[in-house]
């Protein structure tokens, strides 16, 4: 069974590179344009992994994590944050509410891959 | 006029007196009976019946020898405000209610001293007081037409009716409070209503004699000039007469400080210190009207009734010999008048002296009984009234055994002599703190003896035995100690005399013994407290060192018995309030001792005060050294408090602006962190998908070929907005920091706004939106065209981001209004959320409830276009009130 990873990101340039990076990944990719848009998808899918920036309109990164924190069904989905902030405290704040790991742009595509895999 | 209605005439004139005196009382804080000119009236009690009479007497006699006794006074005016003001406030302070009082208290409480003043008073104000019965009895008598009858009984004597008349009225106006430092309005202010009326007779009498009798002051002098030694009279006579004035004016100045009755009025009567401010030129204004007419009706009478008759009742005797009863009334009235002043006021004074610094200190204490206040009250009441018959009854006998011989003139110049016995302790006292009470009173009494030799016993051994051979052969026949030519002495006129030897040895020996004797502590004390007196007011109570054991209660058992029960608790909870103490305080400190004793001062003396607490606590000697001490750490202590307090509150206040500033500097802090993690964010937005792009194209070599052409092309977009970024950031903070200079210009906003479409309409027409320029009109005004360029197509492309392609359509516009011209672009598309409104111009500031994707942009246009046209003092807002769409409006003022 394919692997299923859910990207949410406002940037539709740095979606787009994740997308083909994934595919080629052999994953089954979804992507959100925000927090919203990941919890509607999040209602029908279960994916192994979420790809999750922070700064975005309406639900931001932390009110979606903590969403996926407080659902039954999600238990067993990994949460990776990818985000430009990269402050000390902002990457405790992350870690505290429950991500898996916290990354940060800009990234290299080959690392990004692999922390993944070997998150999985 | 016979004897019957000249009594009727003076009772009616005491029942208008008793009236003003009754309604003054009654409203006692009505302003008619508190104000400046009330008090300088009163100061002029010291124009007594020897001024009415007595200076035409010597004006007649000696020329212009009377005026010295006036120009005392008038020199002395002007340093009320130093002396005076001082005394006023002392007085005020300790509650004291005589001179008597004063004097023992500057000494530290000394019951003796207080009494041998007491005694010098009386000694000095008996024969002034008979010098008015003498006054009032003469002046009766000539009123009258009796001139030859004598009285051969007390009874028969219409003077002692009038002296007991006038008993009564002190006995009823100046008792009515045991407290005697309280004021006594009514008899203050008829003694100002009676200052006018004499005045005015005097005037009245004065101008009828000079311009209706005679013609005029020249025609006076005319005749004047053909009697006899004229020139003499009138000349100062070389250096010896010289002496004499000089001793003269030093006589009368100190009398105005000294002499019961002035006290009382400008010290223990005084309201408020700034009327003295009007009293120094008003009283010298006075006391010179009161002169302006005595040399001319001393010239009258002279030349009227030739060297014969009584020069000292000219002013009646001359309307009386033309006829005109009425205008001698008037003038009998006037002289009545000052009799009543002086006699009223120096009986109280001197009646509250008796009793307070002679009868109740010596002997009197132990008949105060415990838990009788009012008993006591009416004890203390008594003591004063009786003293004040006994006063006038003594000066009357007086009167009946001496004064009938005497002229007024010499008298009053006796009284002044005595009274002027107490000026060194007096005067030196308050200002040279070494002055200590044996040295007060040493020279009291060798001053005192003095003038008793040179000046009382003449004329007491010529009354009783009838010669004068001691006034030509001196004591024992020795030269050297005739009484008027002490030492050889010879050229000064007995009074001077008097004075010049009395006061040189009184001084001597008060500066010897004030140098050799040292006071004790509590006398010490004082004196600082007196000398020092500015700086130790705001001590106040602590301002008397005392070391002790004491109880509150034992304390308070004394106030009982003089104040009631009632008053005492009060006045020890309003004590315990002031100094923020608990009222069941147990033991008393130095604070309530000089308060208790202040509250009884006005009661019974500030000597018998002393004794009274001295009596109930356990005083425990203290040292000079400690003392001066203690004071002047008190004194320091309150000023360093009070720079304390200043510094404590600049601190506090720079504290506060401190903490104002770093909340500022930390708020800036902030939000320049903010800026720039937000700035470093969006960098690294655009950096992160070139990143992702590139790495993607480098290492998949067998990535399709159109997927290859969109990365590429997301790379250049993603290059462009990084450099859009920067430009606006680097913008942004010159705009910001202010380092912007505009480059003003004249120019015209039309074309402006047609280079500003031109330069969007290529995006406008890729999203076929439709552009709007309502207005064709050309406007020129100043501004810098670059920047309001870039305003206008931030304001434009943010308009066609928001809205629908093909539907949309923007106007743009501009109106003038009033000096200034408004700019609007509106659009018709989804318009900006009403909590919006005052952000949208924040730097990076994104709509929360933008749930489209995030439009295109750096996030500070909006912030830029604001910041831009504050800097041409402009404005920009969102219109709050649009329907359908978003409209933004900006002005330009212009001039």
Sequence with gaps: ?120 | MNNYSLIAIIIIYLAMLFFIAFLAEKKRQSKWVNNPYVYTLSLAVYCSAWTYYGSIGIAANSGIDFLPIYLGPVIAAPLWIVILRKIIRISKQHKISSIADFISLRYGNHRFLGALVTIICLFGTLPYISLQLKAVSETFEIMAGESSYISTTILDDSTFYVALLLAVFATFFGTQNTDASEKHKGIIASVAFESILKLIFFLVIGAYITFYLFDGTSDLYNQMTKTENFKELNTLGGVEDGFNWLFMIALSFLAIFLLPRQFQVSVLENNREKHLKKAIWLFPLYLLLFNVFVIFIAWAGKITFGPESNAEYYALLLPLEYGNTFLATLVFLGGFSAVISMVILSTLALSTMVSNNLIIPYGFLDKFIKNQPERNSKYIKNIRRISIFTIIIAAYFFYISFSKELSLYSIGLISFVIIAQLAPSFFIGLFWNRGSSKAAITGMIIGFCFAFYTLVLPFTLDAYTGTDDFLHYGLFGIDSLKPYALFGIDFLSPPAHAFFWSMTFNIMSYLVFSLISKGNYRERNYAEMFVDSKNFTKLQDSALVWKGEAYVSDIKNVLVRFLGEKRATRALSIFFTKYKLPPDTQLADARLINFSEKLLTGSIGSASAKILIASVVKEEQISLVEVLKILEESKETIVSNKALTEKSKELSQLSTQLKDVNEELISKDKQKDEFLDTVAHELKTPITGIRAATELLMDDEDMPKEIKAQFLKNILQDSDRLGRLIHNILDFEKLETGRLNLDLQYQDLQKTITKALASISQIAAKKEVKIINKNSHTFKTIYDEDRILQVLTNLLSNAIKFCAPKTGIIEIDYRLGNELVEISVSDNGKGIPKEDHDYIFDKFYQSKDQNTRKPQGSGLGLAITKQIVEKHNGKIWAKKDVKGGASLVFTIPFK
């Excluded at chain 1, 740095?14 to 209602?43: C, H, N, P, W």
């Excluded at chain 1, 279960?46 to 009110?63: A, H, R, S």
């Excluded at chain 1, 238990?75 to 790991?101: H, M, P, Q, R």
């Design chain 1, 1 to 120: 069974m394919k692997k299923k990873i859910l990207i949410v990101d406002d940037e539709p340039n740095i979606v787009m590179s994740l997308e083909y990076t994934f595919k080629k990944q052999d994953f089954e990719v979804f992507i959100a344009r925000d927090g919203s848009e990941a919890l509607e998808i999040l209602k029908h899918q279960i994916p192994n992994v979420v790809l999750l920036d922070i700064m975005m309109p309406n639900v931001d990164g932390y009110q979606t994590l903590t969403h996926i924190k407080n659902t039954d069904s999600l238990k067993n989905t990994k949460v990776v944050f990818l985000t430009a902030k990269n402050k000390a405290s902002d990457i405790e704040k992350g870690l505290k509410l429950g991500a898996d790991k916290y990354l940060t742009k800009p990234f290299s595509v080959k690392k990004l891959v692999s922390e993944i895999l070997e998150l999985l």
